[in-house]
Structure formats: C-alpha cells, structure tokens
C-alpha cells in the first residue's frame, strides 16, 4: 500500500468493514485504511486479519464497550496530530457496535468526522428479505431480560412498518415466541451468515420460525425483519362498544405494563382517537354504553328534552 491520500489532519474516518466475504470490502475503505495513522478496532485480533489480507501495515488500537471511555483521551490525541480510522468487527460502525461516544467526542473537540460507508448487516438483511420496507423501525439488539425484551417489542408493535433486530444464537427462540406473542404472528426472515458460503434466510411467520430453530442450534448472530402489521390492524375499524374497549386495553395494558403504550396501541388497531378510546374505558357504565366518541343526542338530535334512551 505505497500510495496513501492527502486527508485533511485530524479527521476521523467512519470505515465499513466487510460482514463476511472479505471481497466487499470498498475501495474507498482500502485507501482510507492505508492512509491513517491509527486504526481504532473493535478487535485488534480481528481487524488485523483484515488489514493483512489486504496488504496494510498500521498501528491499531482497541476500543471497545469495555474500554470505549478510558480510550478517549488516546484516541483524540491521536486526532490531533493525524487521521484516525473506526472499524468494527464486522459492518458499520455506530450502528449496534461501540463508536457513538467516539464520534460525538471527536466532533466536540473539533474533527471532522467523515463516514466510508459499506458492508451492513441492516441493509443486507433488508435487501433479501422479501419484507416490505419502505418504512422501517431499527430496534438493534433486543434486551436480555425477557420482561424488557417485550416491552421494547411492544413499543413498537403499532409502527406502521417493518420492525428489524439483531439477536445472538441463543437467544433466538425465546426473541422470535416474544415477538409473536407481543407483535402478532406476523411474516419475517431471519437472516444469518450473510454473504458468507453458507449464508441463511429463513422465511415463515414468527410461529413457524420458531419452530425451525427450535428444531436445531441457531450459530452467529441473527438479523431479524418482521413484516408490517397486516393492514386491517392499521385502518379504521368497527366502532366498538365500551366494555369490548375496556377489555382489550386491560389485555394490551397487561402485556406492556403502561396504560399509555396500550392506548397507542388500541388506537393504532381501532382508527379511533386516543382521547375517546380513554373517556369510553373509564365510564361507569362499560358494559352496557354506546361507542367511543359517539354523542349523547337522544333520538331527536341532541333534544334534552326528548325520551330517555333505552338501553339493550
């Protein structure tokens, strides 16, 4: 790597490494690694298989989730006298991998920060998938604990859009039944190894994906796209009466823990406003009532005069 380019001192350069066959690695990103002074990696180890097959001889130093803060200091002194360069393991950095804190820091002491884009498993996914995703909603990897787990999954569960996710091998069953349980059994992929010799795209509906894993060992970590709510859950809806309002917010309340969220919900579901929905679960007389956002007019138009309702 003889030739190295002019680049303005003191930029950070966001490099895109490749998520598995070594042969998408960018050009850009090849002339860029070759020109820093320092390679910040997620893993030395790692990135420095990369930077041999590639032919590059540069410094490295390890940042990481465990590291990311003790680093600062460093890597800005680094910055100060030449350019620097943040690879992950694998994919784009910033993007569910340390490289935030770096970015933010090395922009507030007055770097430029300047992005080689590239290989990404998000996109990737996307891309084979076979999802609509005109509209999408990134949530990165799901919390370990099960509890936070489908609280994430149903603060997104009204989105009009795709929902994707990363999640490791292990957890993979457990993630897929909590989205089916928390989204719907909706349509999904969840994809592994991509562009690797033995890359893999599962298809089906959540329930049936979790059959499929169940059934193996899931290995390496899993880019999952889940489909849109199927329309009929986003379009208006019959108007409902107000005991069948208060028990299916008491249900969705339930699963996400916040009266908030499942009004959110329950309107994302019905079409009908949120403020109506809350006035109709609240009246004393929930099983009996009329309609949410229904008006109280009697049979002559609002005549208060007029006959008593009869109530069925």
Same mark, same amino acid.
């Given at each position: 790597m003889e030739a190295r380019l002019d680049l303005p001192k003191g930029t950070l350069h966001v490099v895109a490494t490749p998520i598995g066959n070594l042969g998408d690695i960018t050009l850009r990103a090849v002339q860029v690694l070759g020109a820093v002074r320092l390679v910040v990696a997620e893993d030395t180890r790692h990135t420095g298989l990369l930077l041999a097959h590639l #032919?590059? /001889? @540069? =410094?490295?130093?390890?940042?990481?989730?465990?590291? *990311?803060? !003790?680093?600062?200091?460093?890597?800005? #002194?680094?910055? $100060?006298v030449g350019d620097v360069a943040l690879v992950s393991d694998a994919g784009t950095p910033s993007i569910s991998d340390p490289g935030q804190e770096l970015v933010a820091a090395a922009r507030a002491a007055g770097h430029e920060v300047v992005a080689v884009p590239g290989p990404s498993a998000l996109a990737a996914a996307m891309m084979v998938s076979g999802i609509a995703a005109d509209a999408a909603h990134f949530v990165g990897f799901l919390p370990r604990r099960a509890s936070e787990r489908r609280r994430t999954l149903a603060?997104? !569960? !009204?989105? =009009?859009?795709?929902?994707? &996710? &990363?999640? !490791? =091998?292990? *957890?993979? @069953?457990?993630?897929?039944? %909590?989205?089916?349980?928390?989204?719907? %059994?909706?349509?999904?992929?969840?994809?592994? %190894?991509?562009? /690797? *010799? &033995?890359? *893999?795209?599962?298809? $089906?509906?959540?329930?049936?994906? @979790?059959?499929?894993f169940r059934a193996g060992t899931p290995r390496g970590e899993f880019t999952v796209v889940v489909a849109p709510a199927p329309a009929i859950e986003t379009q208006p809806a019959r108007m409902l009466l107000d005991h069948e309002v208060h028990d299916r917010l008491a249900t969705i309340e339930e699963e996400t823990g916040d009266r908030r969220e499942a009004l959110r919900r329950l309107a994302a579901e019905t079409g009908l406003p949120r403020k109506s929905l809350y006035a109709a679960a609240v009246r004393p007389s929930s099983r009996e009532s009329r309609p949410p956002g229904a008006r109280d007019d009697g049979p002559t138009g609002g005549d208060p005069a007029g006959p008593p309702r009869i109530r069925s």
């Open positions: #032919g590059i /001889k @540069v =410094p490295q130093l390890s940042y990481h989730a465990h590291n *990311r803060r !003790a680093r600062l200091p460093r890597i800005l #002194g680094a910055l $100060g603060s997104v !569960a !009204a989105w =009009p859009g795709a929902v994707i &996710f &990363f999640e !490791a =091998p292990h *957890r993979l @069953v457990e993630a897929l039944e %909590d989205a089916a349980t928390t989204l719907g %059994d909706r349509e999904a992929a969840a994809c592994n %190894d991509l562009t /690797k *010799r &033995f890359e *893999r795209v599962s298809h $089906g509906r959540l329930s049936e994906l @979790v059959r499929e």
